[in-house]
T-cell receptor, first 115, second 114 residues
Framework: GAGVSQSPSNKVTEKGKDVELRCDPI?????LYWYRQRLGQGLEFLIY????????KSGLPSDRFSAERTGESVSTLTIQRTQQEDSAVYLC?????????????FGPGTRLTVT | GENVEQHPSTLSVQEGDSAVIKCTYS??????FPWYKQELGKRPQLIID?????GEKKDQRIAVTLNKTAKHFSLHITETQPEDSAVYFC?????????????FGTGTRLTIIP
């Protein structure tokens, strides 16, 4: 079946502009994660959605970052007033913990470049 | 919350030798421990996982061991090959606790020297 998809695959934006990144998880997956990965670095947790529970926003680096998820489907990550340090690959992952399946399936990522 | 530490951050081994990567975790409630491999320019993918009711799991050249008492787990790769070169991430997850999240370690860049 279809895996996790993300769009756009690449985004170049000017400093100060807002961007929206989209993630389509695997159908039926209740858990959805956003991560930031700077070049050559690890997976920096941003936000976690699980079903209808309040999201875990503890990883968001500033109030310029926000994310939403509609039910158990699409999620969007919004970065307002982008800065050069926001340049990174943004990865989305989904899993189905309530079905005793904890493997995270990652999307291909969105490469964000802020000029 | 959970804290996962991973060592070493970089590791170089001769082709054919073994590689070992170690992780420690802080939350005794964690009971699921996966390992992900991320090749250059690609997304992370699960290569092996272990649950707390077993101490070791093997899959061909890859094995994972778990010591719940000491709160540490390790990835062992034997007879390393060039295609094993990648970044490896460990993680810990409290599967029985509702809305808790999976926590990744900081990663190990493994280089296999031909």
């Amino acid at each position: 079946g279809a895996g996790v998809s993300q769009s756009p695959s690449n985004k170049v934006t000017e400093k100060g502009k807002d961007v929206e990144l989209r993630c389509d998880p695997i159908s039926g997956h209740t858990a959805l994660y956003w991560y930031r990965q700077r070049l050559g670095q690890g997976l920096e947790f941003l936000i976690y959605f699980q079903g209808n529970s309040a999201p875990d926003k503890s990883g968001l680096p500033s109030d310029r970052f926000s994310a939403e998820r509609t039910g158990e489907s699409v999620s969007t990550l919004t970065i307002q007033r982008t800065q050069q340090e926001d340049s990174a690959v943004y990865l989305c992952a989904s899993s189905s913990p309530l079905a005793d399946s904890y493997e995270q399936y990652f999307g291909p990522g969105t490469r964000l470049t802020v000029t | 919350g959970e804290n996962v530490e991973q060592h070493p951050s970089t590791l170089s081994v001769q082709e054919g030798d073994s590689a070992v990567i170690k992780c420690t975790y802080s939350d005794s409630a964690s009971n699921y421990f996966p390992w992900y491999k991320q090749e250059l320019g690609k997304r992370p993918q699960l290569i092996i996982d272990i649950r707390s009711n077993v101490g070791e799991k093997k899959d061909q050249r890859i094995a994972v061991t778990l010591n719940k008492t000491a709160k540490h787990f390790s990835l062992h790769i034997t007879e390393t090959q060039p295609e094993d070169s990648a970044v490896y991430f460990c993680a810990a997850y409290p599967a029985n606790f509702g809305n808790e999240k999976l926590t990744f370690g900081t990663g190990t860049r493994l280089t296999i020297i031909p």
